[in-house]
């Protein structure tokens, strides 16, 4: 094997092993990007959901005052009801 037909294989596999890092890197940065992406977007699910809990417990609260107020041993009853049936469940 001569030098020149020695430098020009030694010099291909350089080139070869440059572009597998190069479509490696662009791959991984790629992925990163989408990683990325879907964290934003579970972020914004997250804060979507915990916005429209807070509106639901307003109406929840509003509801409960209401019941208090107009009927309050219909309300003291349903109470005692949901407490009887989550003890029940916790205890099993």
Do not use: C, H
Request: aromatic share 6%; proline share 1%; glycine share 8%.
């Amino acid at each position: 094997m001569t030098q020149a037909s020695f430098n020009r294989g030694a010099d291909y596999s350089r080139n070869t092993a440059e572009d597998l890092a190069s479509k490696a890197s662009d791959q991984i940065e790629r992925v990163v990007s989408g990683v990325e992406q879907t964290a934003r977007n579970l972020a914004d699910q997250g804060r979507q959901a915990g916005e429209q809990v807070g509106v639901v417990a307003d109406n929840f609260k509003s509801a409960v005052d209401k019941s208090v107020k107009d009927q309050p041993l219909t309300t003291l009853a349903v109470a005692a009801a949901v407490g009887f049936v989550i003890g029940a469940l916790w205890k099993s």
